[in-house]
């Protein structure tokens, strides 16, 4: 919870608001009533003191006597390890559910008494009023609406360590307690009964398997993904756009401006980097679930509104072009005879008869359908129409059918555009073997980048087939092809069906030609009398610090290459460039990575200007600080001020999603803080402190040295043989989380360029160290400051006025914050090789100089509501990781009949300290 969603009349000593310490109390107490029915009386015992001394200690602000308990845990069987990874994780599950309601429950009392002058912290309608005393004018508001453009993307990253079946259960669990809040008027016996029923769900949560049998499928990804797009996001974005309308009629006189300027993508079976499992028949299904998946929701949503529109044209005169449009219905759509006599007096109910008609034939056969989405908008926009003209105008803007209009405008028949991503290598291979079929070069994959560029143009202009006989072609190369035949066939008869091609490590300009030259194949881009046409978007993705660096100069070439600004021509000039905050992360280390992706933005937007490019940035962001994560509003503020254009797109990724899109409430909380953080940043035009040369230069120093202590450490070799002796990067290896591998070779074979970046976060997460969010900095402004003592005044001076420099600095005290030295020591004791003092060496170097910087004598005193929930989960947490730290040292001297309880014993802590971390990778 954030320190601004927590008011000062409800706190307690504690700093938690007494109706949060209500329901942790209950939960606390439920858990223990069903703990003594279930586990037997010893294991209740050892439960119920281990809840006891964790409550003692959070009440304390004293906890140093975890250490005691090891011994104790180390005599525990296994059976009663895992019933207490067990309770202990279904107890952080539904507290962090509490918080969220919590959030949900500060946020609406804030909304009952916002008023024009005084809006709501982080809503739009305060970003509108913000614009509106700069002095914007009504023209200016005009166009900052117009082009305002953001694009949330799900992606199936595998950071979501529940089962569907546990989330289920939670929110079953959730609902319940909503019914207690305070501001809700139960009865005596319905509180009674209500308890009683969460007491009978907890029971039920911990009789219910945690961790999944087998490993997800692409395609149970696909229908997580539809279950978020299906409800809360479906629920939420007409409520946003209107919030947008709303804000605007309040404070400028520009009519009814307010365009769908907020959809959502997915990658979730379109993405097959590094994932085997997703093939072009899988992307098929996967459209056709989002069509269906729309096409189910509007045809829910058109038969409540055709029970409300009971409109009798015996009592209303209906206007002739309604009359007209059913004549026009009634010569081409079979409507049951019995049904079009039934409703002749309602007109609009037999109009929206025919719509349904029309979805329902649509749906059975899309391809043979002469329906559209453009269709079924101009029939909702007729009903409007013809409300308005009946005299009935309050009617026209009737919810239920303004919804459908945006719904209609924002998920269409598609739900959700379908990003296609494909690493560089992949193409480069079929290149190179159509190439080798077709005579065209033997030895492609070896020839010079202008060798290959050359030879690519080439072809490109060539309006020749390379080669037709598919019996040749390789699986990989089959593979390709059929995805972008399937992405024609697809985009001829839906364009928003399919987002954008992204093209994973992004080196070169031969990277994006390839793909060009695919297209061409296919009969996806082609070229007549200089002038290319197409409707494929290509989306280089820059993840490496080296490529990162290397974007600018990259992108200059492409754009003076004559082919590719032929294909720029084609798409209006646009180009979307994906930043990668994972991998970037994980190769120069947090400071570094955050530098050159500030850095790159700037470059890039300066370079795309230069060349008469409209470009838009996508964030590929993932949830812990160390993937890029953080409060996604303060990293809006933050980022560069050429690169601010009101259009942006960003990733949301694995257990993200389901914190954030769960809850209706909640994703329009998080939804309308992007927005006020978009509104109020976009066209900013005034450099802020960050364009200072000094502080240009002193962050370039401070990356560049903490790059180098980052690289130190894990460029020793022993590293690696500690890391995977004291993580459970092995266990989170085999976790069936998701479809797609976690690493490029076997989780017992893994090294640092093979692991990828989520199972590198997740491992340090799990051990309490967060390494990758804090690592290298102490060491660089430690010798900052030693060299040049105003070099602290300078950084003071940053945190205060540079939106970008403190959002750095939050995010590193926050991850220092919830670091937890003492039990990291703990899980260094697991093997021979010592890194440990290192790495303490170095954090305590961090905390001291970001406590210097931000003037606190404590990590997070800015942001006590956070300050403190860390502290009272860290007695609960570190019991969690006392019983990991067993259990890895009893994997490390098992036999084989004890292998499987084992593995099963360690998902489970991994579960749970993924739950009390509120983190995974």
């Not at 294991?43 to 200690?57: K, Q, S, V, Y």
């Not at 003076?560 to 120069?588: P, T, V, W």
């Not at 769960?662 to 005034?686: G, W, Y």
């Not at 406590?851 to 947490?877: C, F, M, W």
């Amino acid at each position: 919870m954030t320190e601004e969603e927590t008011t000062a009349g409800d706190k307690r000593k504690r700093g938690i608001t007494v109706p949060l310490q209500y329901k942790i109390d209950l939960i606390s107490r439920l858990v223990r009533q069903v703990v003594r029915q279930q586990a037997g009386n010893v294991t209740a015992r050892l439960i119920e003191d281990l809840m006891d001394r964790c409550e003692a200690a959070a009440r304390s602000d004293q906890w140093r006597s975890h250490t005691g308990l090891q011994p104790r845990i180390e005599d525990l069987d296994l059976e009663q390890l895992v019933w207490v990874c067990r309770v202990f994780t279904a107890f952080f599950h539904l507290v962090n559910e509490a918080e969220r309601q919590e959030i949900t429950r500060i946020n609406r009392l804030a909304a009952q008494t916002e008023t024009p002058d005084n809006p709501r912290k982080g809503s739009i309608l305060e970003a509108v009023y913000h614009l509106k005393q700069q002095g914007k004018s009504e023209h200016d508001m005009q166009l900052l609406v117009n082009e305002l453009d953001i694009e949330p993307t799900l992606t199936a990253h595998p950071t979501e360590a529940r089962r569907g079946t546990i989330l289920f259960k939670q929110n079953r669990i959730a609902g319940l307690l909503e019914r207690l809040s305070q501001d809700r008027a139960l009865s005596e016996q319905a509180m009674a009964e209500t308890i009683d029923r969460i007491a009978n769900e907890v029971a039920l949560l911990l009789v219910t398997d945690d961790v999944r049998s087998d490993r997800l499928r692409v395609q149970d990804e696909v229908q997580n993904g539809i279950y978020y797009q299906t409800h809360a996001i479906w629920d939420t974005l007409p409520r946003i756009i209107d919030d947008l309308r709303k804000a605007l009629d309040t404070y400028f006189d520009v009519g009814d401006l307010a365009p769908p300027f907020l959809r959502f993508r997915s990658w979730i079976g379109g993405d097959r980097d590094g994932n085997p499992f997703v093939t072009h028949e899988i992307t098929a299904q996967t459209l056709d679930a989002h069509r269906n998946a729309a096409l189910d929701n509007h045809i829910k949503a058109l038969e409540a509104l055709w029970r409300e529109l009971s409109i009798s044209s015996q009592r209303v005169a209906v206007p002739h072009c309604l009359m007209e449009d059913l004549q026009h219905e009634a010569e081409t759509v079979a409507l049951d005879p019995d049904e079009r006599h039934r409703y002749r007096f309602e007109p609009f109910r037999l109009k929206i008869a025919y719509m349904l008609e029309h979805l329902k034939q649509f749906r059975v056969d899309p391809e043979g359908s002469v329906y559209s989405v453009s269709r079924f908008q101009d029939d909702l926009n007729l009903l409007k129409k013809s409300l308005a003209d009946s005299g009935l105008g309050a009617l026209s803007s009737y919810r239920s059918l303004s919804d459908l209009i945006v719904r209609s405008r924002v998920f269409g028949f598609h739900l959700a555009a379908l990003d296609i991503r494909q690493h560089s290598r992949v193409h480069e291979a079929v290149i190179a073997e159509l190439f080798r079929l077709s005579g065209v070069s033997e030895n492609y994959q070896t020839l010079a980048e202008s060798e290959k560029v050359a030879l690519l143009e080439k072809e490109l202009a060539n309006p020749r087939p390379l080669y037709r006989d598919p019996e040749d072609f390789s699986d990989q190369t089959v593979e390709l092809l059929d995805v972008l035949k399937l992405m024609r066939r697809v985009i001829r008869k839906d364009e928003h069906a399919i987002g954008a091609y992204i093209i994973s490590m992004t080196h070169s300009v031969s990277d994006l030609l390839e793909v060009l030259l695919l297209a061409k194949e296919v009969g996806m881009w082609r070229m007549k009398d200089g002038v290319a046409t197409t409707q494929l978007d290509l989306v280089p993705l820059f993840e490496t610090i080296e490529d990162l660096e290397a974007a600018a100069q990259l992108m200059a070439s492409l754009y003076k290459n004559a082919l590719y600004r032929c294909h720029l021509e084609a798409r209006g000039n646009f180009q979307e460039i994906m930043l990668g905050y994972s991998d970037s992360n994980k190769d120069g280390g947090f400071w570094m990575a955050n530098w050159a992706l500030h850095k790159g933005q700037e470059l890039l937007s300066e370079v795309s200007r230069q060349n008469n490019i409209k470009v838009r940035f996508f964030h590929g962001r993932g949830g812990s600080v160390g993937r890029g994560g953080g409060r996604a509003n303060q990293a809006i503020f933050a980022i560069p001020i050429q690169s601010r254009s009101g259009s942006m797109r960003f990733t949301e990724q694995g257990e993200v999603i389901s914190f954030r899109y769960a809850r209706p409430f909640i994703a329009r909380r998080h939804l309308e803080q992007i927005v006020n953080a978009v509104l109020q940043t976009a066209h900013d035009t005034e450099c802020d402190m960050g364009c200072s040369p000094p502080m240009q230069a002193l962050m370039e120093r401070i990356a560049t040295q903490s790059m180098q202590a980052y690289r130190t450490l894990i460029d020793d070799g022993k590293l690696w043989q500690w890391y995977k002796q004291i993580t459970p990067i092995e266990h989170i290896g085999n976790l069936p989380i998701a479809s797609r591998p976690v690493s490029r070779v076997s989780a017992s074979e893994v090294n640092f360029d093979d692991l990828r970046a989520i199972p590198w976060v997740f491992s340090w997460t799990q051990t309490r160290y967060n390494l990758p969010g804090w690592y290298g900095a102490g060491t660089a402004i430690e010798e900052e400051i030693t060299k040049d003592p105003k070099a602290l005044e300078l950084l003071q001076a940053m945190w205060q006025s540079w939106p970008f420099f403190r959002t750095v600095i939050e995010n590193v005290q926050l991850e220092l914050a919830r670091t937890r030295m003492e039990i990291a020591k703990t899980y260094s004791g697991l093997s021979e090789y010592q890194f440990h003092d290192i790495i303490a060496a170095e954090f305590e170097k961090t905390r001291a100089v970001v406590l210097k910087i931000t003037g606190h004598e404590r990590l997070l005193d800015n942001h006590r509501a956070i300050q403190e929930s860390i502290v009272l989960r860290n007695p609960y947490t570190d019991v969690l990781n006392l019983i990991q730290i067993e259990l890895l040292r009893r994997w490390a001297g098992r036999t084989e009949k004890q292998s499987i309880p084992l593995r099963q014993a360690l998902f489970l802590s991994i579960n749970g300290i993924a739950a009390a971390m509120q983190s995974t990778g």
